[in-house]
């Protein structure tokens, strides 16, 4: 059974920074793209960013320029750099397994919270 877990979330100001880590197991990490979303109360989950296991990275409009997300195939982790984070970045993140193999996968882990406020 695919296991995803993620850590790293909690209380920020505004303007600072977190990063959140997705350590994957019982699945071929390294052949897997792998996403991040978020979802904060009373809207739809959208998707933050996305990597390839070429480590081609896309993003969403929101966060182009502040969010960064990398890999470690050596440790089965995938994270997101969040920098100069914002009030409305607030919600619970996602770490998602998009394709293992070429094959289109969805597994979810049970997301991590992020809060930014003074």
């Known amino acids: 059974q695919v296991q995803l877990v993620e850590s790293g979330g909690g209380l920020v100001q505004p303007g600072g920074s977190l990063r959140l880590s997705c350590a994957a197991s019982?699945?071929?990490?390294?052949?897997?793209?792998m996403s991040w979303h978020r979802q904060a109360p009373g809207n739809r989950r959208e998707l933050v960013a996305a990597i390839s296991t070429s480590a081609i990275t896309t993003y969403g409009d929101s966060v182009k320029g502040r969010f960064t997300i990398s890999r470690d195939n050596a440790k089965n982790t995938v994270y997101l750099q969040m920098n100069s984070l914002k009030p409305e970045d607030t919600a619970v993140y996602y770490c998602?397994?998009?394709?293992?193999?070429?094959?289109?996968?969805?597994?979810w882990g049970q997301g991590t919270q992020v809060t930014v406020s003074s």
């Open positions: 998602h397994v998009d394709t293992i193999s070429g094959l289109r996968r969805d597994y």
């Open positions: 019982r699945f071929t990490f390294s052949r897997s793209a």
